[in-house]
């Protein structure tokens, strides 16, 4: 059995989103899911459409369709594909959004008016945005991935460089000057070199606020840690945090290892909720402790009985003769090895109180400040796919399949 270890996750959410009853007043490009406004073209808890989840195979969501992977030229927030030159939730990076009346333009967000095409809420350069090429949603693929002087195209133009899908002038572009990726942030480009704004540092090729950037903070290349933010040039536990020593900023709200306080660690058949180790989701107290009522044939379905004789088998808390449906016997209890946090991989391979089982595999989290997908720390903290916890309305951070 292997174990993998991985870092990072999301707060609970107050609610699951529902369907589009009770809609309330959405911008342009969302859509009403529940009592939340949704962009259904890039969250991949709603991808197309209300409550059309990604799943394992293709996690991704990207222009209403979910994907193996993210196409060159967008960036991976979250489980969202996403423009980071134009997206208004992530400008220039993962999780950076715009304030009201702002739009993002080659990364930046700026409060005048949108020079070139809105796009839903995104403000886009239809000459070079491969997937708004000539016009909103028309999106280049196949022999003609790049997007120049607004027709797809099999090659870029003259002094232009292919930086995945999008055709850029390596002379000017902010984001790719002098070469693909690096970033000037909000200083220019000129001549291929970035030319940093005042307060900005340069670190390596691109600049940098070492006042704000968790990834330089004081200084170029001092990184925080996941659940810190940079303040002032120093790295701090964000808001709703606490720190247990050795640099760990934890959500006592919901760390398993730290529940309720530092140093407080659930069981296996745990988990932390509000602060309380209660019950797994799908779980319920029985008499030696937490139990699958689904599986276990010495209290096998609600109310609880205990299988024997011709039925000896619990299988969907009902007693039966043998496991069927693709279910593994473990003694009598019948389970799924893919996803059973107390048979993961193999009978009687319990998941510690931070992992979740996917795949077979006991996978660990951790707590961050994350409430919804997409989730920044997900992908700019340490890599990740943000995914729905098994069973319940929570959002967590793994660092490969959902589980």
């Not at 090895?337 to 077979?360: I, K, R, T, Y």
């Amino acid at each position: 059995m292997r174990r993998i270890t991985l870092v990072l996750a999301c707060t609970w959410l107050l609610a699951a989103c529902g369907g589009n009853s009770s809609s309330p007043h959405c911008t342009t490009g969302q859509i009403a899911c529940g009592q939340a406004c949704i962009d259904t073209q890039s969250d991949p808890a709603h991808c197309g459409s209300c409550a059309n989840a990604c799943g394992t195979t293709a996690p991704f969501c990207q222009a209403g369709a979910c994907v193996a992977s993210c196409s060159p030229g967008t960036d991976m927030c979250g489980g969202a594909c996403v423009d980071t030159q134009t997206d208004n939730l992530n400008c220039g990076n993962c999780g950076h959004a715009c304030g009201t009346g702002e739009t993002c333009t080659a990364g930046t967000c700026t409060g005048g008016t949108c020079t070139g095409t809105m796009c839903g809420t995104n403000c886009v350069d239809t000459q070079t945005d491969p997937l708004n090429c000539g016009s909103c949603a028309n999106a280049c693929g196949g022999t003609t991935p790049y997007c120049t002087g607004g027709a797809c195209s099999a090659t870029c133009g003259t002094g232009e460089i292919a930086c995945g899908t999008s055709c850029v002038s390596p002379a000017t572009d902010p984001t790719n000057c002098g070469g693909c990726g690096i970033d000037c942030g909000s200083g220019t480009c000129a001549m291929g070199v970035c030319m940093c704004a005042t307060g900005q540092i340069k670190c390596g090729m691109g600049c940098f606020d070492p006042s704000i950037d968790p990834n330089h903070c004081g200084s170029c290349g001092n990184q925080c840690n996941p659940g810190e933010t940079c303040t002032s040039g120093v790295c701090n536990c964000a808001a709703g945090f606490t720190s247990c020593g050795g640099g760990n900023c934890v959500d006592t709200q919901t760390d398993p290892r730290h529940c309720g306080t530092c140093g407080t660690s659930c069981g296996d058949t745990q988990m932390c909720q509000a602060g309380t180790c209660v019950c797994r989701a799908g779980l319920v107290m029985g008499a030696g402790g937490c139990i699958d009522p689904l599986s276990d044939p010495n209290a096998c379905g609600t109310p609880a009985v205990m299988c024997g004789g011709a039925t000896p088998r619990c299988q969907g808390g009902v007693c039966v003769a043998m496991c069927t449906g693709g279910t593994d016997p473990c003694g009598n209890a019948c389970v799924n090895f893919n996803s059973d946090p107390l048979h993961c991989g193999d009978c009687g391979q319990v998941c510690a109180s931070d992992e979740v089982c996917s795949n077979g595999n006991c996978r660990s989290f951790n707590a961050t400040a994350c409430t919804t997908c997409p989730c920044d720390t997900c992908t700019g903290g340490g890599g990740g796919a943000c995914c729905m916890y098994p069973g319940t309305s929570a959002v967590i951070c793994v660092d490969g399949a959902c589980p």
